[in-house]
């Protein structure tokens, strides 16, 4: 065959074209992508003479190039699996947020619980070491505030109970030492069988007619006549023992017919 007899195709894919002597009417492969096509789908006969340079020989098409087209796929009864239903997503994860992820908890270990209750001990002692000033009284707790203190080396103040103290032989008459100045005397002592922490004692003056003239609190520290025991007050006065009292006061240049004596709700004072 001429040149001019010669037959044209052209693959789909690649758009190269092909000089063919024979136009095959089977599947072909093309040589430039391997893409397989039907040459007589798109032959031609004539190409116009712009074109025909761009036909290099070693894209022609021939035997070598021309091959069986692949087998068909063969069909087989097979029964598509049914579709799984998945569960519906988490509400977090359905709003766009990640969903929490649960962690199973483990048992604590005899150790970590055994150290736990340890730490509440240490915790609640120490709690009570602390507030032992305002539990002090309240006699279910003081034998446990006392071991305490004697562990932690921390003082524990006497009880509180003022209904306990018995005042006796108060008097309050000019200073015969000093002539403007007044001396208050008393002797205290309580029924309690322990020690009791001292009171407050309040002196009050009285006018003609009932009124309070002059008054003032003193503490043990001033009111205690024993100068040993007045270092030491705060220890309280133990079960079975009697205290002086001796107050020396500014005369307020009235005679004290009526005065009286008070320990925080316990009165002793003139007839």
């Known amino acids: 065959m001429t040149p001019d007899q010669a037959r044209y195709t052209q693959c789909p894919a690649c758009a190269t074209l092909f000089r063919v002597e024979t136009l095959p009417r089977s599947t072909v492969r093309c040589g430039s992508c391997s893409h397989l096509f039907l040459p007589t789908r798109r032959q031609v006969q004539n190409l ?18 021309i091959g069986p087209p692949d087998p068909p796929p063969v069909a087989t009864d097979v029964t598509a699996p049914r ?28 150790a970590w619980a055994l150290g736990s209750a340890l730490l509440m001990v240490v915790l609640l002692a120490q709690g009570l070491i602390l507030q032992r000033e305002a539990l002090a009284d309240h006699e279910p707790l003081r034998p446990l505030l006392a071991g305490l203190c004697v562990l932690a080396g921390c003082e524990l103040r006497p009880v509180h109970d003022v209904s ?3 005042l006796s032989e108060a008097e309050l008459r000019r200073d015969p030492q000093r002539e ?49 025991f007045r270092e030491d007050w705060s220890a309280g006065l ?7 009292v001796k107050l020396r006061l500014r005369d307020p240049g009235m005679v004290p017919d009526q005065y009286r004596f008070r320990l925080q709700g316990h009165t002793s004072g003139s007839p």
Do not use: M
């Open 48 to 65: 116009p003479l712009a074109f025909k340079p761009l036909v290099p020989e070693a894209f022609r098409l021939s035997g070598a190039a």
């Open 83 to 110: 579709p799984r239903r998945l569960p519906p997503p988490p509400p977090a994860a359905a709003a766009g947020r990640p969903a929490p992820v649960r962690r199973r908890s483990r048992p604590a270990s005899p």
């Open 164 to 166: 306990a103290w018995r």
């Open 180 to 228: 403007d100045a007044l001396l208050a005397t008393a002797r205290l002592q309580h029924r309690a069988g322990r020690s009791l922490a001292l009171p407050l004692l309040q002196l009050q003056i009285l006018d003609a007619g009932g009124g309070v003239a002059h008054e003032g609190w003193f503490h043990a520290g001033q009111y205690v006549a024993d100068a040993d």
């Open 238 to 244: 133990p079960a079975g023992e009697e205290l002086q």
